[in-house]
């Protein structure tokens, strides 16, 4: 069993900065990567919006280079999984599939994971850029000019459906139901829009997909038509598009910490207003795991920074940091 002054559980954007930065500080951070190392931009393709690559970069090259620079610092990252958490006792205790660690403070960066639509091709074809996202702020410049659908009758749906009028000529949103579950609000300000059209009592049962030719060689397969079925006379219809939007939800990675940690109804980690701080001393949350309203990859590092120096402060009150 060796022992840290900081842990992190879980890379992307929020567990890569919160390394760099505690690194920085020579606390030497331990950085377990879980079951996704470098958290969701790893299935996103071209990066637009991240601040200082003007010509843009593959989600996974980004993810690269953070873990090269936290490890430039110092930081040590194990390519392990935690299996179980212990915050009740002091120092506190970190089991993973390989061994079993101990830290003064630990760093929460586990995030969230978009919920598919379960027909499997939805999720592949994300990894891929073949015209699949779960958000539209990251990927909606790609669909201009172009029709396209999205899924869900919540909030979230109608907020990306709307956004994504702004590029797209034609937004359709396919719900399962006759009835949006969305507030009235959002729902009359969708109904407004010329742009959205809407397909009631309807699922996705699968993805259609056409060959397109790639600049660099080679091709892609993207989206082309979705088979959508009626939910209630079990017809089958043809929707071309090129481009599908899942908004279903996201599901923070938090199973670890029930009954440990609070957490909201959707079981995002409740921190104190304006910091990272958990109820659990010396426990800090960052990134989407605590973030059910921007969840970008900025705000996600951010919150990273946000997270190492709370942290190192908490270490530097109780006489841990030297």
Not at 60 to 84: N, Y
Not at 141 to 155: M, N, P, Q, T
Not at 203 to 221: F, K, S
Request: charged residues 20%.
């Amino acid at each position: 069993m060796s022992h840290h002054k900081i842990i992190v559980i879980g890379t992307g954007p929020a567990g890569y900065t919160a390394a760099i930065y505690a690194s920085r500080a020579n606390l030497a951070p331990l950085v377990f990567e879980g079951a996704q190392p470098g958290g969701q931009l790893t299935i996103t393709t071209e990066v637009e919006n991240y601040p200082g690559f003007r010509e843009g970069i593959m989600g996974p090259a980004l993810m690269d280079e953070m873990r090269a620079q936290a490890e430039r610092f110092g930081t040590v990252i194990k390519a392990e999984t935690v299996l179980k958490a212990d915050l009740a006792s002091s120092p506190r205790t970190i089991t993973t599939d390989q061994g079993t660690y101990t830290c003064d403070a630990l760093i929460i960066a586990t995030g969230a994971s978009a919920k598919w639509m379960g027909i499997r091709k939805d999720e592949e074809l994300s990894r891929t850029g073949g015209g699949v996202s779960a958000c539209a702020t990251c990927d909606g410049f790609f669909f201009r000019g172009k029709e396209i659908a999205v899924v869900g009758g919540g909030d979230t749906a109608l907020e990306e459906a709307t956004f994504l009028t702004k590029f797209a000529s034609k937004v359709t949103l396919i719900h399962r139901r006759d009835r949006l579950r969305a507030s009235k609000a959002m729902q009359e300000r969708a109904m407004r829009n010329e742009k959205i059209a809407f397909k009631w009592n309807a699922v996705v049962e699968d993805i259609l997909t056409r060959d397109h030719d790639l600049p660099t060689g080679g091709t892609v397969a993207k989206v082309a038509t979705l088979k959508l079925k009626d939910t209630v006379t079990g017809a089958s219809e043809d929707l071309p598009v090129e481009g599908l939007f899942v908004a279903i939800g996201h599901q923070p990675n938090t199973s670890l910490f029930t009954g440990q940690l609070p957490m909201n109804e959707a079981g995002y980690l409740d921190v104190e207003p304006g910091s990272t701080r958990t109820p659990v001393a010396g426990v800090f949350a960052c990134g989407d795991v605590q973030d059910h309203q921007y969840r970008q990859a900025i705000t996600a590092a951010g919150s990273g920074c946000m997270a190492a120096i709370d942290a190192e402060r908490w270490l530097s009150e109780h006489g841990l940091a030297e």
